[in-house]
């Protein structure tokens, strides 16, 4: 069983949608859990970290937590084309961090 | 977020010679950082966690003979992938951690071609 799992999509959704994105990871003991943003050709990029039960909101970005249920999840309102890339799950679990394969994400105008 | 730099962002190299890469936490301290290779529509594959001051330890299946990691300082690491081969040509990036379970930040990547 791989330490962190996400759909890979691809995931499309139109312009000014809610894009819902989710991971699950295996370790009930992970301690930091983020999202990570990749373009095409580029490296990625962090778009949030959470640490606790619950939501947390940044701009158009929610990450939402669950430990009881081993899942992390982000949500991007208003879904825009330039948030058309891959999103990438990462938990930390003994000072080790795992990346989920990612998500494709396309955001159609 | 943190500032990590690589360098060169781009690199071609003949069949057979060494290329060094270079990866620098600009703002911070890093006690750790990570190697990673991507190879085109693939996830990320972590190569070796680097730790300053002692040795890096690498993923089964990654040489250490030939990905050699130095991290000398809080603030650098080198990634030297010696006698390299096309096989070798892939997207190399690093990323260094800014504190203990706490985010890692990229540096920009190198494209590798080996010719």
């Known amino acids: 069983q791989k330490e962190v799992e996400q759909n890979s999509g691809p995931l499309s959704v139109p312009e000014g949608a809610i894009a819902s994105l989710n991971c699950t990871y295996s370790?009930?003991?992970?301690?930091?859990f983020f999202w990570y943003r990749q373009y095409s050709g580029k490296s990625p990029e962090l778009i949030m970290s959470?640490?606790?039960?619950g939501d947390k909101e940044d701009g158009r970005f929610t990450a939402q937590l669950n430990k009881a249920s081993q899942y992390v999840s982000l949500l991007i309102r208003d879904s825009q084309p330039s948030d058309s890339a891959t999103y990438l799950c990462?938990?930390?679990?003994?000072?080790?961090?795992?990346f989920g394969t990612g998500t494709s994400l396309t955001v159609i105008p | 977020g943190a500032v990590v730099s690589q360098h060169p962002s781009r690199v071609i190299c003949k069949s057979g010679t060494s290329v060094k890469i270079e990866c620098r936490s600009l703002d911070f301290q890093a006690t750790t950082m990570f190697w990673y290779r991507q190879f085109p529509k693939q996830s990320l594959m972590l190569m070796a966690t680097s730790n300053e001051g002692s040795k890096a330890t690498y993923e089964q299946g990654v040489e250490k003979d030939k990905f050699l990691i130095n991290h000398a300082s809080l603030t650098l690491s080198t990634l030297t992938v010696t006698s390299a081969h096309p096989e070798d040509s892939s997207f190399y990036i690093c990323?260094?951690?800014?504190?203990?379970?706490?985010?890692?930040?990229f540096g920009q990547g190198t494209r590798l071609t080996v010719v």
């Open positions: 990462a938990v930390i679990t003994g000072n080790q961090f795992y």
């Open positions: 370790d009930r003991g992970s301690q930091s």
């Open positions: 990323s260094a951690e800014a504190g203990m379970n706490t985010e890692a930040f």
């Open positions: 959470i640490y606790s039960n």
